[in-house]
């Protein structure tokens, strides 16, 4: 009957890290949202601090006394629902509906019966089909000048460029003055997977950012211009590797 949009002020649990302030990702989503009926909720942003959901469920169930809630979420975070702050209290006042995504390669049946042992019930499971997008892929395209076409609505896309939110590094800028777009968008799309795989495994942000937008940084010069560079016995077709090496020690100090 009606859906609430929730942004978070500071999550708890989300290692990706965003410039963004509470204030422009609410005011983006209400362009989104508000033109298809949807409500866009401040209780979060107003409350500040770290987001804990169980308050947000306990908010909206004094809210709506009668009525039955459910709280929709990634099937990606149902592997760590477990370790959210109080998580019965949310079982108790709400249903679970967890969202599979195309690309979401979530064990549910292996999840179902985690669920049912930890919180005695079960979710329900909602499959989505329709475009994988990614916050990180939206940040990364517009740190390297890239068209958001696609990734978000031309309303939010304005927002962005407008407001300057995501803002390049020494590295992109290199890029951006190197690079043809076609390897741009290489570049961008190798940093979001980098990310994602990356961050599974405890690396760091900045040094997962610096590696992958630099893999391909001397891909188009000419190693023999390149005073002091010597590449004698490296195959031809990775010869560009070694020389961002170089490039980066000489030029970046890496």
């Known amino acids: 009957d009606l859906l609430y949009i929730v942004p978070a002020y500071v999550s708890p649990l989300k290692a990706v890290r965003t410039s963004t302030s509470p204030v422009d990702r609410m005011n983006m989503l209400k362009l989104v949202f508000n033109e298809t009926g949807e409500e866009v909720c401040d209780y979060e942003i107003k409350k500040g601090g770290q987001s804990f959901t169980f308050e947000t469920v306990l908010y909206f169930k004094k809210l709506h006394k009668k009525d039955q809630l459910y709280l929709i979420i990634g099937g990606d975070s149902l592997s760590d629902f477990a370790k959210w702050k109080n998580p019965d209290i949310i079982t108790q006042n709400a ?46 395209y517009s740190s390297f000048s890239l068209p958001l076409d696609g990734l978000v609505p031309e309303s939010v896309a304005n927002y962005i460029t407008e407001k300057n939110l995501y803002k390049s590094n ?10 043809p777009q076609d390897r741009l968008i290489h570049t961008a ?66």
Do not use: W
Not at 107 to 133: M, P, Q, R, V, W
Not at 170 to 179: D, G, I, M, R
Not at 232 to 252: C, D, R, S, T, W
């Open 95 to 140: 249903e679970i509906v967890a969202c599979d995504r195309e690309t979401n390669y979530t064990d549910f049946e292996k999840e179902a019966k985690h669920f049912k042992k930890n919180f005695g019930k079960n979710f329900i499971k909602l499959t989505y089909s329709g475009s994988e997008l990614s916050s990180t892929k939206v940040r990364m």
């Open 170 to 179: 020494p590295y992109f800028e290199y890029l951006k003055e190197n690079l």
């Open 189 to 254: 799309n190798v940093v979001v997977a980098s990310l994602k795989k990356g961050q599974k495994l405890g690396l760091s942000y900045e040094k997962i950012v610096m590696a992958a937008s630099l893999h391909d940084m001397a891909k188009y010069i000419d190693p023999d211009t390149v005073e002091g560079f010597k590449y004698k016995g490296i195959p031809k077709q990775v010869v560009h590797a070694y020389l961002g090496a170089y490039l980066m020690e000489n030029n970046f100090g890496i």
